[in-house]
Nanobody
């Protein structure tokens, strides 16, 4: 059973930084991509960033490009999302997710395993 355990997050003022981590355990196979999604109250879950396990290629939604950085550590089965220059509109519950087979990285329905979620609040 694959488990994704998240850490990090919290409350920060606008312009500040936070770091989220996601550790995968119980994996006996090589999955394709790890993504981060977020969900604000009353809104759909949306794609934030993703990184391909094999070569580290990364993908971002436009609104976080240049501010967020996703990285992976294959040896530790860990993915990190460094979030800088945070804005109030980044406030949401953030989830990491693991996609086993190659598919649409921006579609949450294409992911197989999910972390427990962590709150990120950016005050103005």
């Amino acid at each position: 059973q694959v488990q994704l355990v998240q850490s990090g997050g919290g409350l920060v003022q606008a312009g500040g930084s936070l770091r989220l981590s996601c550790a995968a355990s119980g994996r006996t196979f090589s999955s394709y991509i790890m993504g981060w999604f977020r969900q604000a109250p009353g809104k759909d879950r949306e794609f934030v960033a993703a990184v391909r396990w094999s070569d580290g290629r990364s993908y971002y939604r436009d609104s976080v490009k240049g501010r967020f950085t996703i990285s992976r550590d294959n040896a530790k089965n860990t993915v990190t999302l460094q979030m800088d220059s945070l804005k109030p509109e980044d406030t949401a519950v953030y989830y990491c997710a693991d996609q086993v087979y190659s598919s649409n990285y921006y579609d949450p329905n294409e992911y197989n395993y999910w972390g427990q979620g962590t709150q990120v609040t950016v005050s103005s």
